[in-house]
């Protein structure tokens, strides 16, 4: 279990140990760490906490549908969406060591240093994550990712927060998620292992429920949109096809939420794809706030994340919205789709 608090009151709270006491016994470890990070993150959960809310009620509070907006990738902007961007830019935005934040549903960042802002911290997220699904009562998810500015010097120089943002994802000092479904669970990392949450409606608190998670090296379970597949690249349609074939043996599970899609492969091991398609040429995922955390999160866990030839931490964005091509699981598993793309063909029986 993570290092107790210290305090004498521990036995008033036998064995629990919130989000907030694991991130400060964490950054005891990391003498440069301050307070201010637990801060941040603790934004994230508060507004977490409240979309959490809003969820378990979806159908008795008014946030089906659509809003009636288009968002910057073109994409039709759920009541939910917009509930979700508002609240963790509220929640987050309010922290002075946030310098800059970043949302799948803004079109460009939003830049606190016009207001005189010296934060350091980044953040961008995916505010909800699977928002087709909301109306149909399927998980969906909160996906965020951190960064930090440049060195302080750069910054007096008035550095700009547009460019500093586009770092590979190496960068990132945390990485997360938090999955709405049967629990709301939230997952993240600070480099440091893998750690998850799941929230007690009880005390309104992220409870420590597992540390240092590992994704299994194999699991022969595939998740990806097979609608797709007849315009995936030719060396993927030989993975499925082998994948198919009784010698292989695997099964398919695919929610059509990365965020429950992802959980299931940390906890269980798979193998996701989103390849390229001819309506998605670089895939749909988006790399900075979908691909990035996510493959932070399943390195530090053991596996692996790729788009094809190139390791997707790092990858150096060029555009906030960039997508990529995504393939994302356990390590033997990625191995074995990797051959395929190397034209290499199946493993040895
Ligand atoms: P978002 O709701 O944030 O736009 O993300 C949706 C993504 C992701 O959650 C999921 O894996 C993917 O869309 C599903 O895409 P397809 O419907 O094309 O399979
Ligand atoms: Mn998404
Ligand atoms: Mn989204």
Redesign the pocket.
């Known amino acids: 279990m993570a290092e107790k608090s210290g305090s004498p009151y521990q036995e008033l709270l036998p064995g629990l140990v919130t989000v907030q006491q694991h991130i400060i016994a964490n950054q005891r470890r990391h003498a440069e760490a301050t307070g201010e990070f637990s801060f941040l993150l603790s934004g994230i959960t508060i507004a977490t906490k409240v979309l959490a809310s809003k969820v378990r009620k979806a159908g008795l509070v008014d946030i089906f549908g659509a809003t009636g907006e288009q968002n910057v ?1 073109g ?1 039709t902007v759920q009541k939910l969406d917009r509930m979700a961007n508002d609240l963790l830019m509220h929640c987050i935005g309010y922290r002075r060591s946030v310098g800059a934040l970043a949302s ?1 549903e803004n079109e460009t960042v939003v830049d606190l240093t016009e207001t005189g802002r010296t934060g350091k911290y980044l953040v961008l997220f ?1 505010p ?5 699904n909301i109306d149909v009562n399927i998980p969906t998810g909160t996906i965020f990712s951190i960064l930090v500015r440049p060195e302080r010097g750069e910054w007096q120089q008035g550095g700009d927060v547009h460019t500093e943002i586009l770092q590979p994802g190496l960068k990132q000092v945390a990485a997360g998620y938090v999955l709405y479904s049967s629990a709301t669970t939230l997952v993240y990392t600070t480099g440091n292992g893998v750690h998850q949450f799941v929230l007690d409606p009880e005390i309104g608190a992220y409870v420590l429920v597992a540390e240092r998670l590992q994704v299994p090296a194999r699991k022969k379970v595939y998740s990806v ?1 097979e609608a ?1 597949s007849g315009t995936f690249p030719k060396e993927v349609q030989d993975y499925l096809a082998w994948t198919k074939t009784e010698a292989a043996g695997y099964s398919s599970r ?1 929610v ?4 429950a ?1 992802f959980h299931r492969i940390l906890m269980q091991g798979g193998l996701f794809l ?1 390849p390229p398609t001819a309506k998605a040429p670089s895939g ?2 988006r790399l900075m706030y ?1 691909a990035n955390p996510m493959a932070f999160l399943i390195e530090q866990a053991g596996g692996a994340a790729l788009d094809g030839p190139q390791r997707i931490l790092e990858k150096t964005p060029k555009k906030l919205h960039e997508r990529t091509p995504l393939y994302i699981g356990s390590k033997g598993e990625v191995a074995i789709l990797q051959a395929f793309l190397q034209g290499k063909g199946a493993p040895p029986a």
């Open positions: 990738q994409e799948e995916d909800l994550d699977g928002s087709s949109n797709n695919y059509g939420s990365f965020v899609d989103y749909k995922l979908e």
